[in-house]
């Protein structure tokens, strides 16, 4: 039986972003607690067509939080070389908040979950109800390969940017940890509060191309 609290889920943040978490958690555009002055990174173009595609009972990508299964993930390629438009971040402000499957089981919020990139027409929505199915639905060597790039490596890509959707906000009590980049970073998230215990830094989980 799979053990969901070590089935890990990675929202990726600006570093600015982490004192509103911290207060309120990670919350929805629509959220009564929304954060507004919060600062967005990724693919702005991509984010807006979400909005409108629809998934499931009519409830649209837009509706929710998006989580990956994996780190050092295609966009955060996009957002570290500024690639395609895209404003370009340097990974020492990228944060990302660290939650589990279990945890979101815990908060009793309704989630789905994709086999590949929720923009693509390969790809198939997952009830809550499929949970318990994970890994036989979800391609665990194409979320941890490192190679992805490349016209044979298309589908590896699309099943690597899989998604847990979360509707509505999660707490700051569901948050297990933080990673960053490097020491400079973490000092920056212990003056904002944040628990040295739950940092950590991992450079393995950014691109060296920035």
Known sequence: MVDFNKVYLFRMTHIENIPHILKYGITHPESEFANGEYIGIGDQTIIETRKDKILIDDKKIGDFIPFYFAYRTPMLLVIQ??????????????????????????????????????????????????????????????????????????????????????????????????????????????????????????KDYYYDKF
């Open 81 to 202: 070389t500024g690639y395609n438009g895209v404003e370009k971040i340097h990974p020492l402000n990228i944060v990302y908040c660290v939650t589990n499957i279990g945890k979101i089981i815990e908060s009793q919020k309704e989630f789905i979950f994709s086999d590949g990139h929720p923009l693509n027409t390969l790809t198939t929505i997952h009830s809550k109800d499929e949970i318990n199915n994970l890994f036989d639905i979800i391609d665990e060597n194409a979320i941890k390969s490192i190679q992805w790039s490349g016209e044979n490596y298309l589908d590896v890509k699309r099943r690597k940017e899989a998604e847990l959707l979360l509707l509505g906000d999660l707490s700051i009590d569901s948050i297990v940890g933080f990673v960053v980049y490097d020491d400079m970073a973490k000092n920056k998230m212990i003056d904002f509060g944040v628990n040295e215990k739950k940092i950590a830094i991992r």
